[in-house]
């Protein structure tokens, strides 16, 4: 099972941005879609951005879109949000995911990702 690892989150007032990474494991990060979710207290888990395994495909969430851009770079195997516009409601602990194939057509539930980092979090401040 790969090992992912963020960093990134912190406090931030509106308006602001953030940039969140994730590390994946060498040996399989380049072989598949990886994808962020987020999970505010008493919430659900929302995935809000996927990339695929070789970044041609990007999708988001309609609550993120025109605000956040995921990327990745295959030779250092890491995983990118920038945050840009941040508002109170994107407060929530931010998780990257492995998805099981190399792209899975879009924005899909957290049961069709493989593992998942520990969450980084992200507050921002009115």
């Known amino acids: 099972q790969a090992h992912l690892v963020e960093s990134g989150g912190g406090s931030v007032q509106a308006g602001g941005s953030l940039k969140l990474s994730c590390v994946g494991d060498a040996l399989t990060f380049n072989d598949y879609a990886m994808g962020w979710f987020r999970q505010a207290p008493g919430k659900e888990r929302e995935g809000i951005s996927v990339?695929?395994?070789?970044?041609?495909?990007?999708a988001y969430a309609d609550s993120v879109k025109g605000r956040f851009t995921v990327s990745r770079d295959n030779a250092k195997n890491i995983l990118y949000l920038q945050m840009n516009s941040l508002k109170p409601e994107d407060s929530a602990m931010y998780y990257c995911?492995?998805?099981?194939?190399?792209?899975?057509?879009?924005?899909?539930?957290?049961?069709?990702?493989?593992?998942w980092g520990q969450g980084t979090q992200v507050t921002v401040s009115s």
């Open positions: 995911a492995q998805a099981r194939s190399k792209w899975p057509g879009g924005i899909v539930p957290a049961s069709w990702y493989r593992a």
């Open positions: 990339i695929s395994a070789e970044g041609v495909s990007q």
